[in-house]
């Protein structure tokens, strides 16, 4: 396998910010750790408390995504649940119809700043190669 081919595939890895895997409690670490570092705060705050409310806006935003179907984080970008209707599919292997019942998917839109943050940081543009569907 080519070089490039290879690294297309892989997920991009961190530009040295993590210390560990780039998950919540990754994150919560990395913003304590900023909070306790400024001059100007006198009070320390514990990881686990910033670890909390992390996890709390993560279900926050996941009863929203479930109940609404969408959620926008201005800055970011929005994620939908997208519904692919129910229809008749052919195998052609076997030559014959079968049903496919409803399904749903997520479709992440990155807002335009996280794009050219990314596109600044990488020197690689982020495409988006799943249109929604409606």
Same mark, same amino acid.
């Given at each position: 396998m080519k070089e490039e081919e290879k690294n297309h595939r892989t997920t991009p890895q961190p530009l040295g910010r993590y210390t560990?895997?780039?998950d919540i409690e990754e994150m919560a670490r990395i913003i304590a750790n900023d909070l306790n570092d400024d001059d100007a705060n006198d009070r320390?705050? !514990?990881i686990s408390l910033v670890s909390q409310i992390g996890f709390k806006f993560l279900q926050l935003f996941e009863d929203a995504?479930?109940?609404h179907g969408d959620v926008l984080m201005q800055g970011f970008g929005s994620i939908r649940v997208d519904?692919?209707?129910a229809h008749r599919h052919y195998n !052609?292997?076997?030559d014959e119809y079968f049903n496919v019942p409803e399904t749903f998917k997520f479709d992440f839109t990155p807002h335009m700043k996280l794009?050219?943050?990314f596109k600044k940081a990488r020197g690689v543009e982020v495409v988006h190669d799943t249109p929604p569907t409606n």
């Open positions: 560990g895997r780039p320390h705050i !514990p995504l479930i109940e519904t692919i209707k !052609p292997d076997k794009r050219q943050n």
